[in-house]
């Protein structure tokens, strides 16, 4: 398996959104209105124009407080569930060079409810005005061209890494090896399954309900979740033989 994988190291992220912002530049993208939740994450949601936001979570654990800080976005999945339940032909592509799951206009004429609900990290959004569908889409025309992710060119940290998946999964696993001697429950969460490797150093749950890939009873639509669920479950273990 080639293409190109992000590795994001969640042990250095300190939720400064710098990636957040340099999404919504370099795809020139709107702000959007936003009210104080209680909470340091701004805005609250992913949307159509949000393609990218930094999830943000407070934890009191033995008397102290400890944030949790992801970078939330499409995980660009190797078998991409969103594209499998797909209604429209050319609406959802995949790109072979790169590994890009890329959505066009023809998502419009998807049935959102299904692209959605097919989602295990749940990150289709749709324009209500057009019906188009939107997410990441790796930058697959800076990374075409030679160049970095515009989030990962940004990243003044070193959480947000980008290049060939090999390299990636070889980063991850070194620095999983080096971050378990201070925290022995950190992992890689879901690393077969997806091109967007996050290294969390507790329990991902901890950070965001849709760090790990949510189970298909929780998803948000449950009714026709449940058919699609049954006709990707023998083409997931088909593939991953
Ligand atoms: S994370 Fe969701 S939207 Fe992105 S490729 Fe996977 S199934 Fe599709
Ligand atoms: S730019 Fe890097 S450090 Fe800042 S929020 Fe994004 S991943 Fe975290």
Redesign the pocket.
Known sequence: MNGKSFFVDLSRCTACRGCQVSCKQWKKLPAEKTVNTGSHQNPADLSFVTLKVVRFQERVDKGKVRWFFMPDQ????VE????MASGVEGS?LHDEKTGA?VYTDLTAQEDFEI?RG???????RQDPVTKRIS??DMCNDRVTAGMLPACVKTCPTGAMNFGDRDAMLAMAQNRLAEVKKKWPKAQLVNPDD?R?IFLAVEDPAFYAKNLLAQAPETRRFASRRDLLVQLLRPVKSMTSV
């Open positions: 499409c995980r660009h999945c991409a569930p969103c594209k959802i799951v692209i097919a989602c295990p990290y749940d990150i289709p997410k990441c997806v967007v």
